[in-house]
C-alpha cells in the first residue's frame, strides 16, 4: 500500500503554465515497505478523489508512471505547437 506523505505546490520557475494546462501539485507517496516516489499531479484530479496528506493512493504506482509519460509526452507537443505558433506571429508581423 502507498500513503501520500506529502503534497506541495509544483515549482514552475520562471515559465508560467501553457493555456488550458491544469495547476500541478508535487505529491509524495510512500510504501509500506519504506519506498518513496515523488510525480507531479493535477491538484484538480486530487481534489476530486478527496484524497490529501496521510491519505492512501489509490492508483497503481505503475499506472500513474505511464499517465506521467503521456503528460510529459502532450507537454512537450504543447511546447512546441506554441512555439510554431509564436513563428508564425513573428513573420507575419514582419510583413
Same mark, same amino acid.
Given at each position: &500500500?502507498? *500513503?501520500v506523505t506529502r503534497i @506541495? =505546490?509544483?515549482d514552475y520557475g520562471c515559465e508560467e503554465r501553457m493555456p488550458g494546462e491544469p %495547476? %500541478?501539485?508535487l505529491v509524495t507517496i =510512500? *510504501? @509500506?515497505d519504506g519506498r518513496m516516489c515523488r510525480f507531479e499531479c493535477a491538484e484538480? /484530479? %486530487?481534489l476530486?478523489?478527496?484524497i490529501d496528506e496521510g491519505d492512501e493512493w489509490p =492508483? @497503481?504506482?505503475e499506472q500513474v508512471e505511464a499517465d506521467r509519460e503521456q503528460i510529459d509526452r502532450m507537454s =512537450? /507537443? &504543447?511546447n512546441k505547437y506554441y512555439e510554431a505558433v509564436e513563428e508564425m506571429e513573428d513573420l507575419f508581423d514582419a510583413e
Open positions: &500500500m502507498w *500513503s @506541495d =505546490e509544483a %495547476l %500541478l501539485v =510512500e *510504501s @509500506d484538480n /484530479w %486530487l476530486q478523489q478527496g =492508483e @497503481d504506482i =512537450e /507537443w &504543447m
